[in-house]
């Protein structure tokens, strides 16, 4: 069984183009989480989908940032308008669907997003 | 209030020491508090967790003590490896909630040979 695979594993892009971060979940689970790991700093909640819902965002930036999880294919984290403060590491996490009090959240290697 | 703080910062440990690493909370209503293991270059791993109606909980080498009263949680590391070295995160998860993880700002570790 595969783990969380994200891609790309690394990117590069210049100030005001577009970043798009794929997640695909480890067989069976529909959940997906999204954290945002700046330098030298934890781990910041950032949105919780399931397929085709956005469930929580409340740890989404207003303006740019935006994230689906469609009923086929990968989950799609998207930043517009890239700046440099976008810099950072972006990991996934997926976990199986509900009926436990809590379910193990399994992380993938990130993105490392550089912003010139 | 929906924060963790993790210390220290950094740690270093001769081999076969014992690094302990400290979490502290507000919040009264997170009831699920994991470690994450997280080597340079990789995602976090899910090392160890409890519950706050536990207070002490270990897994092979690595123990958690938890005293709910002072809302505080450390990680013990017994007989520490050089490929224990690593960087550590404390987590807290809110009860009922979307299960999302608060994670401490995280330790590294080193243990040197």
């Known amino acids: 069984n595969a783990g969380v695979m994200q891609n790309p594993r690394h990117l590069v892009r210049r100030r005001g183009q577009e970043a798009r971060l794929r997640c695909s979940p480890m067989k069976g689970h529909s959940h997906v989480y999204w954290y945002r790991q700046l330098p030298e700093e934890g781990l910041k909640f950032m949105v919780y989908?399931?397929?085709?819902?956005?469930?929580?965002e409340s740890g989404m930036p207003k303006e740019r940032f935006s994230a689906e999880f469609p009923k086929e294919g990968p989950s799609i984290l998207r930043i517009q308008q890239v700046v440099r403060g976008d810099s950072a590491a972006y990991f996934c996490?997926?976990?199986?669907?509900?009926?436990?009090?809590?379910?193990?959240?399994?992380f993938g290697p990130g993105t490392r997003l550089t912003v010139l | 209030q929906q924060q963790v703080k993790q210390s220290p910062q950094s740690l270093i440990v001769q081999k076969g020491g014992i690094p302990i690493i400290n979490c502290a909370y507000e919040?009264?209503?997170?009831?699920?508090f994991p470690w994450y293991q997280q080597f340079p270059g990789k995602g976090p791993a899910l090392l160890i967790a409890i519950r706050p109606d536990v207070s002490e909980k270990k897994e092979g080498r690595f123990t958690i003590s938890f005293n709910k009263s002072a809302k505080q949680f450390s990680l013990h590391i017994m007989d520490s490896q050089p490929g224990d070295s690593a960087t550590y995160f404390c987590?807290?998860?809110?009860?009922?909630?979307?299960?999302?993880?608060?994670f401490g700002q995280g330790t590294t570790l080193q243990v040197k040979p």
């Open positions: 987590a807290a998860v809110l009860s009922g909630n979307t299960g999302k993880l608060i």
């Open positions: 919040n009264t209503a997170f009831d699920y």
């Open positions: 996490a997926s976990s199986p669907p509900g009926g436990r009090f809590y379910n193990e959240q399994f």
């Open positions: 989908l399931q397929k085709e819902n956005i469930i929580d």
